[in-house]
């Protein structure tokens, strides 16, 4: 192999070499825009489970007034039931 063939042979691996650096530059470019996208997507996701929990202990307050409700319904069927029974037995 002569001279010229040996700097030809580098010249080409070189260029080679530029074009990979670019294509690799490309890459890192788009991954860095898909990690920016991916973290806006993170926060969203983080908000709307925030607001989630915000709602579900709303919906478990207001479960358990429900059944607090009930309940003193509960007590008052009863005591009038057996004020029917006392009325009834006299």
Do not use: C
Not at 1 to 16: H, K, N, Q
Not at 58 to 77: C, F, G, M, P
């Amino acid at each position: 192999m002569t001279i010229d063939e040996r700097i030809e042979a580098v010249t080409m691996s070189l260029e080679l070499l530029t074009r990979d650096v670019q294509d690799l530059k490309i890459l890192v470019r788009q991954d860095a825009e898909n990690i920016r996208a991916l973290a806006g997507v993170a926060q969203d996701l983080d908000g709307v489970t925030r607001r989630d929990a915000d709602s579900i202990h709303t919906l478990a307050e207001i479960s358990q007034k429900t059944h607090d409700s009930i309940k003193r319904l509960e007590n008052v069927v009863v005591a009038h039931d057996e004020r029917l029974d006392d009325l009834e037995s006299r």
